[in-house]
């Protein structure tokens, strides 16, 4: 069901060359920015019109209009099972509670007498946010999402998910429920492509955003690629992950169950085991048929996942190598499963988020460890981090001098611009003082 990828015995090779050895699914964004091109063009100049039709074209489903209505939001609170209600206002709770810490304040440095660099934080103005809505429904992802636009401070907040038939053309009502207990009252029914095009252009119904967030399918991550530069994104999300660095006093059943709770999302999505216990690898080889077996979306997500390139284990001479393999493989979920496994996470530098021991699977940071889900694949976590606060602000230096601090420091300006053949930056600072730079004190 799943394959092996041998790396004991030789010493392993660095950087690119190690990276090349271990699996990781095809996704190519480049090839479906070509297919979207013309969908995102299309909302650009009609609007809700195109939105419309293109939600009966991808989701079956004929649209009276984009927006959700309000009385949508209060029935499926309403009609939300108290169980999931309960859950998922905890699942607030514990987000709020980690995001609240990530706050930034405003700090001044003192340069010089007379002269100092303010730096102060400021939320986006407006963001549009994206829950998926294909294989299956995610409320956690409108959690992991509006939580720390929230708590950035973000004043405007749309969310989009995609219509669905089975609900008269409604996102699925979890997810509008969802939006209710935070609070999110401007929802449309737009997905994929078409959703990030309505946030980044605007249509007569939404207004444009400054940036747009959340996971979603190659068309999501196509389209946020089209419009870098247009707004700002989160990451170019890609097929979920999870590694999991094991040695031999890792439980089976744990690391087994570990690996097909990533695989059930879709065909694409990547375990990997690294260990350096061939016992503990057969022992998991063998744990997976039974609890697949056990499951639900067996054929169309958690075999074709399991067996697909992008899935192995990878056996290694020692812990110190696995570092090194799951440091290349930069993995989206990482969990460490070996003795003193604080210790080992604490050596760990490239993973989107890192689950420590047997009882931080990564299913609780998927709903209620507090920590974001939303993470970087396709190893992405060696350069950039998970959803945050700090993804929601923009950080200004306002510089204040006065005369005495500016002339201090003119000689040296005027220098560094001649230095690059900017006469006229030096001209900037000499017209201040006469045309005549000041000597240092």
Known sequence: MISRIDLRGDALPEGPALRDLLPRAE???????????????????RGDAALIEFAERFDGVRLDQVRVPAAALTRALEELAPAVRAALEESIRRARTVHREQRRSTHTTQVVPGGSVTEKWVPVDRVGLYAPGGRSVYP???VMNVVPAQEAGVESIALASPAQAEFNGLPHPTILAACALL?????????GATAVAM????????????????PGNIWVAAAKRYFTGR????AEAGPTEIAVLADDTADPVHVASDLISQAEHDPLAAAVLVTDSAELADAVEKELEPQVAATKHVDD?????????????VLVDGIDEGLKVVDAYGAEHLEIQTADAAAVADRVRNAGAIF????APVSLGDY???SNHVLPTGGCACHSSGLSVQSFLRGIHIVDYTKDALAEVAHHVVTLAEAEDLPAHGAAIKARFGWKVPESK
């Open 301 to 313: 997500r958690i075999v074709p996942a399991l067996s697909g390139k992008q899935s192995a284990i």
């Open 27 to 45: 996704f190519d964004v480049q090839a479906a920015l070509e297919k979207v091109r013309p969908i995102c063009e299309d909302v650009h100049h």
């Open 140 to 142: 956690s992802s409108v």
């Open 231 to 234: 707004i700002g994104i989160d």
């Open 368 to 370: 209620a460890a507090g």
């Open 356 to 359: 420590i021991g047997p009882w």
């Open 183 to 191: 609070g999110v009252d401007e929802v449309y029914a737009a997905g």
């Open 199 to 214: 946030f980044a252009y605007g249509t007569e119904s939404c207004p444009p955003a400054a940036m747009v967030t959340g």
